[in-house]
T-cell receptor, first 112, second 110 residues
Framework: EAQVTQNPRYLITVTGKKLTVTCSQN?????MSWYRQDPGLGLRQIYY???????DKGDVPEGYKVSRKEKRNFPLILESPSPNQTSLYFC???????????FGDGTRLSIL | EDQVTQSPEALRLQEGESSSLNCSYT??????LFWYRQDPGKGPEFLFT?????EEKEKERLKATLTKKESFLHITAPKPEDSATYLC???????????WGAGTKLIIKP
């Protein structure tokens, strides 16, 4: 079964405490992406990766980092989280940039 | 500025009452338009891709259509299990990235 797995699903933390959200896919897809979803707004892309060691900024990259050392994993790193990064985050994987994406079930982050 | 607007924001229907959801866009040079369904506590799930004006796709009670400026998701004789938020996303030629609409929350009452 095609799966994108995110961990943790929920996290409450404090300003400035570094955190990592993991994302793993079992489909051998080259394209992976991180989004944030806020009420009343569409999904906004944070970073994306076309392949191993190839990453690029999306629409809202400030305050985030990513890495793609292996094809299956694409972690999202918040080095110094701030309250405006409180949001629902989704990881997605697709065969290529212009193909439909499979999404994980989301990570709800609360930064106090 | 390239934009994707979905309407209405929310729609309540009785079971069996057909209706349509709208996704309008100002993107020039459309490469593709995607429809997704999102259930509470879940990530979006892919439904359809449309590439050119006049194209139609169907799946069970859903039919997606595309014109040069908008797409419609028609739902025929909906059932309560069709309740979800429906998202559209547009990809354009100059940049492969997607612009997402804010979604339409559909509630089907039994």
């Amino acid at each position: 079964e095609a799966q994108v797995t995110q961990n943790p699903r929920y996290l409450i933390t404090v300003t400035g405490k570094k955190l990592t959200v993991t994302c793993s896919q079992n489909m051998n897809h080259e394209y992976m992406s991180w989004y944030r979803q806020d009420p009343g707004l569409g999904l906004r892309q944070i970073y994306y990766s076309m392949n191993v060691e190839v990453t690029d900024k999306g629409d809202v990259p400030e305050g985030y980092k990513v890495s793609r050392k292996e094809k299956r994993n694409f972690p999202l790193i918040l080095e110094s989280p701030s309250p405006n990064q409180t949001s629902l985050y989704f990881c997605a994987a697709g065969y290529s940039l212009n193909q439909p994406q499979h999404f994980g079930d989301g990570t709800r982050l609360s930064i106090l | 500025e390239d934009q994707v607007t979905q309407s209405p924001e929310a729609l309540r229907l009785q079971e069996g009452e057909s209706s349509s959801l709208n996704c309008s866009y100002t993107v020039s040079g459309l490469r593709g338009l995607f429809w997704y369904r999102q259930d509470p506590g879940k990530g979006p799930e892919f439904l359809f891709t449309l590439y050119s004006a006049g194209e139609e796709k169907e799946k069970e009670r859903l039919k997606a259509t595309l014109t040069k400026k908008e797409s419609f998701l028609h739902i025929t004789a909906p059932k309560p299990e069709d309740s979800a938020t429906y998202l559209c996303a547009v990809q354009w030629d100059s940049n492969y990235q997607l612009i997402w609409g804010a979604g339409t929350k559909l509630i089907i009452k039994p």
